[in-house]
């Protein structure tokens, strides 16, 4: 049962994705070339799609109540490089994660990026983690 | 603005919102896909069984999507290998150092007014702004 519903759970969220447009990198790029705002060719997806999205998490956690705690509540070095890291990589093509393990479905080709993704997950396990 | 600007992804993120929270009441979990994915590259865990469920659900809601909407979901994405394979690279190892993407940190993390997602979320949100302007200003 546990397992049935990881699976719905899974669906639903990449039946968004793909409803969104966030699997088209195009779309999520569209949104990142702020210079858009001028130009008055800005996509507004991805704003639109945190807009549904958090809402409707953060109401669905509420009546869940009991939340697993987050892992650190620390401000580490790790979590402002990573996140810098995974910002660089992001823009450069317009794909992470979630996105990623859905459209090569569109465009094979989108495999040179989500096996590149892997190893780069795996190679993040070499790093000792610690207080850094 | 067309409504495909607008309306299918506010759908879509209540979709994705549904999903999150379905995988909160269901297993009791965060629907952080970076780290579901990670828990599989290394020792399966006892709950291997759930996450391999939620990750294979993923591309099957874009089949889904093909079946509903009627047309192939198409992409427009660089073929170019130099930027493919280290962007990658750098979203993989980046998502894991960071302990998390923009779905772990920039849903499920804001959803829970957490302060390390939402810094987390600033940062990568401003970089990839700034690549992609970058880009866009010596093209």
Redesign the interface.
């Given at each position: 049962m546990k397992t049935s519903l990881a699976l719905l759970s899974g669906l639903l969220f990449g039946l968004g994705l793909a409803v969104s447009g966030m699997a088209d990198p195009k779309v999520v790029q569209g949104f990142l070339d702020v210079g858009g705002i001028w130009r008055g060719d800005w996509n507004p997806a991805l704003a639109m799609v945190m807009i549904g999205a958090i809402p409707t998490t953060a109401l669905l956690y509420r009546m869940a109540g009991d939340m697993p705690p987050p892992p650190s509540r620390e401000i580490t070095r790790r979590l402002v490089l990573g996140s810098a890291l995974f910002g660089l990589g992001w823009g450069l093509v317009g794909i992470c994660p979630g996105p990623a393990l859905e459209n090569w479905l569109a465009d094979p080709i989108a495999l040179t990026f989500l096996l590149p993704m892997l190893a780069g997950m795996a190679l993040a396990r070499l790093v000792p983690a610690g207080k850094n | 603005?067309s409504i495909?600007?607008?309306i299918?992804?506010?759908?879509?993120?209540?979709?994705?919102?549904?999903?999150?929270?379905?995988?909160?009441?269901?297993?009791?979990?965060?629907?952080g896909?970076?780290g579901i994915?990670?828990e599989l590259?290394?020792r399966w865990p006892a709950r291997w069984?759930?996450?391999l469920?939620?990750?294979?659900?993923?591309?099957?809601?874009?089949?889904?999507?093909?079946l509903l909407s009627g047309r192939?979901?198409?992409?427009?994405?660089?073929?170019n290998?130099l930027?493919?394979?280290?962007?990658?690279?750098?979203?993989?190892?980046?998502?894991?150092?960071?302990?998390g993407?923009?779905?772990g940190?920039?849903?499920?993390g804001?959803?829970?007014l957490?302060?390390?997602s939402l810094?987390?979320?600033g940062?990568?949100?401003?970089?990839?702004?700034?690549?992609?302007?970058l880009?866009?200003?010596l093209s």
């Open positions: - | 603005m495909e600007n607008l299918l992804p506010l759908v879509g993120g209540v979709l994705i919102g549904l999903g999150a929270g379905l995988f909160m009441f269901s297993n009791g979990r965060l629907a896909i970076s994915v990670d590259l290394g069984p759930q996450s469920a939620f990750i294979a659900g993923l591309p099957a809601g874009l089949l889904l999507w093909q192939s979901y198409e992409i427009t994405l660089t073929h290998a930027l493919l394979i280290p962007a990658g690279l750098l979203v993989g190892f980046g998502t894991r150092l960071g302990n993407c923009t779905s940190h920039g849903i499920c804001l959803a829970r957490s302060p390390r810094l987390a979320t940062i990568f949100m401003a970089v990839a702004i700034a690549v992609v302007s880009k866009q200003a």
